[in-house]
Nanobody, 123 residues
Framework: QVQLVESGGGLVQAGGSLRLSCAAS????????MGWFRQAPGKEREFVGT????????YYADSVRGRFTISRDNAKNTMYLQMNSLKPEDTAVYYC????????????????WGQGTQVTVSS
C-alpha cells in the first residue's frame, strides 16, 4: 500500500501562484510514477500532469502546460505541483496519485490516491 497526503491548497487571486505537495509513505516512492488530477464542482476528475519515477519525464494537460510544473524529490518521498498564473478555471480539488505502470494519463491506471486539497482562485 502507498499512502498519499496532499497539502498546500488554499485561496489565491487570479495571476497568483501556489505550490502543492504530495507526501508518500508505505512502499518505495521511486517505484511509482506519479500524477496530479483535479475535480471542479459538477465536473469529472481530469488529468493535470504526470511525472516519471526518476523525475526526468513530465507531461501536462494542454490547459496547464506552460503554467504548471511537476517535480519530485525521491529522497523526501514527495511530489510537487508548482502552479503559476492561476486562473479562476483552475479552481478544483487537486489529487495526487501513484501508479506502478509508468507515466499514465487516465484515472483508472492509477493505483493509489490522496484525499485531495482544495484550490480556489478568485477573479
Amino acid at each position: 500500500q502507498v499512502q498519499l497526503v496532499e497539502s498546500g491548497g488554499g485561496l489565491v487571486q487570479a495571476g497568483g501562484s501556489l505550490r502543492l505537495s504530495c507526501a508518500a509513505s508505505g512502499r518505495t516512492f521511486s517505484d511509482y510514477a506519479m500524477g496530479w488530477f483535479r475535480q471542479a464542482p459538477g465536473k469529472e476528475r481530469e488529468f493535470v500532469g504526470t511525472i516519471s519515477r526518476s523525475g526526468a519525464y513530465t507531461y501536462y494537460a494542454d490547459s496547464v502546460r506552460g503554467r504548471f510544473t511537476i517535480s519530485r524529490d525521491n529522497a523526501k518521498n514527495t511530489m510537487y505541483l508548482q502552479m503559476n498564473s492561476l486562473k479562476p478555471e483552475d479552481t478544483a480539488v487537486y489529487y495526487c496519485a501513484a501508479t506502478s505502470m509508468g507515466t499514465r494519463l487516465t484515472i483508472r491506471e492509477y493505483d493509489y490516491w490522496g484525499q485531495g486539497t482544495q484550490v480556489t482562485v478568485s477573479s
